[in-house]
DNA sequence: ACAAAAGTGTTGTTTGTACACCCATGC
DNA sequence: GCATGGGTGTACAAACAACACTTTTGT
């Protein structure tokens, strides 16, 4: 048995089985924008991978919980406020080799809102920039680090919050149309909905949205009414997409 | 801009906003017993929290991923081998001060077993034994750290589970009749289920359980068809349960 | 009037639920 | 036979999917 010590390094610092390791938080975050869902990448100014698009993300420093460290890299590498966006966390990433500077373990933080008015691009030396998840799906881009795999569990977290949580409404506005919300769901899962059986769905789904009162006018057509989100997050029924997934 | 450099402590050592921090995991291991929920605990033999309950965890060794240290664990801390049961990653807790000892990541891990044969006592001086979850829910037994919040999430994660994946089956032996997985179900849920019901919804989830053929003969009554896991692990349709979790 | 998009109704099918009923075994 | 639990049938209700139809706006 070792000596017990109140300082973890007092009775750990002799022993080469166990090490210090750095703790990071890395953030996928997601918009829909143009009809197609986006990923906020940065492209990498230091090594290693220096110059190679990379999710936004860094150390979380002393004093400071995991969530709090998210808010602040995405306020700092991203330069969005992350108040008014669902941030939820994913998991842990820590395997041997993921970083050649050593045992680096990251968390990744799931991020989901709006398309965003505020003008991406960083505050520091890393230049962000909305891709489309297909361009990494389909290897078309290549990220830094275990990245790529990163995106992959973000993307199907993502799809299947959408069955059976209001997380669709991080994507729109404060107050949004059902065919808004509708879109987010069509293009997140690739797949198209029923106008009125969606409108119905959603409306029987207790506390998933509220209306508003107010109304936006289209282009054209008839006035729709505006919805924001309800008090409710998990969805009650759930809205199950159908088994064919891709067109 | 700092100077870049290969490894993480060359140009992180006179930070003294980022910190070195240490890596463990714990685990939530879960089994129905006695009609009851149940988790492993082990009373700590070091400080801090001598003596108190705790989930097993230790410090994740070098060269060693997450997954092969819960294993270890596993092994070491409750005497299971692990390559029989379900273990998936619940999240990372991180928060300043959750620890005394200093900035400690801890990975939370899911496990899932049957009935256990194998006498639970690790080969540690830490003893291990099963508890029920209600006495932990209820605040009957105070666990070490912030493990109780910990747990409360893992129990969350449970139940949601065995609505959307195959879980249930992790609790069961190799082969089981319906009434056995209805029992877990039952037990979990806290909430009865038609047997009746419960038998077509899930032969009719495709690939859920698969027949074995084999019968197994109850102290009294008709024999019962015994099944093994199916290959699907994702449930479609999902079993929901009802609106009122406890009667 | 026409186009376009919102919103409602209707109908047939599927799924869920409650519960009665039959089956196979041990005693 | 009887008790016990496994397994099937059925009938009513709720939910779903497809699609026709009506409403409200701009041009």
Redesign the pocket.
């Given at each position: 048995m070792r000596p017990l010590g109140v300082r973890v390094d007092d009775w750990l610092k002799d022993s080469d089985e166990v090490g210090p390791s750095w703790l990071t938080v890395d953030l996928a975050i997601f918009t829909v924008r143009d009809d197609q869902l986006m990923v906020l990448l940065v492209e990498r100014g230091l090594e290693p991978f220096h110059g190679m698009p990379a999710m936004p993300g860094g150390y979380v420093q002393k004093n400071e919980t995991l969530h709090e460290g998210a808010l602040r890299e995405l306020a700092e590498e991203a330069g969005i406020d992350g108040s008014r966006l669902h941030l939820e966390q994913l998991g842990a990433y820590a395997d041997p080799g993921r970083d050649p500077r050593g045992r680096v373990v990251t968390v990744a933080y799931l991020a989901l809102g709006p398309d965003l008015p505020a003008p991406v691009g960083g505050t520091d030396a890393t230049r962000a920039f909305w891709a489309p998840v297909a361009h990494v799906e389909d290897g078309r881009l290549d990220l830094a680090f275990d990245h790529r795999a990163i995106l992959t569990e973000a993307l199907e977290e993502v799809r299947r919050k959408l069955e059976y949580t209001a997380a669709a409404t991080a994507f729109c506005g404060e107050t949004f149309?059902?065919?808004?919300l509708r879109t987010v769901y069509q293009v997140i899962w690739g797949q198209q909905l029923?106008?009125?059986?969606f409108?119905?769905?959603v409306?029987?789904t207790t506390g998933f949205v509220q209306p508003t009162g107010e109304?936006w006018?289209?282009?054209?057509?008839?006035?729709?009414?505006l919805y924001r989100r309800g008090q409710a997050w998990l969805l009650n029924?759930p809205?199950?997409r159908?088994e064919t997934p891709g067109q």
């Open positions: 149309t059902l065919t808004d029923d106008p009125s059986n409108r119905r769905k409306l029987n109304q006018l289209p282009p054209t057509g008839r006035p729709a009414a029924p809205l199950i159908a």
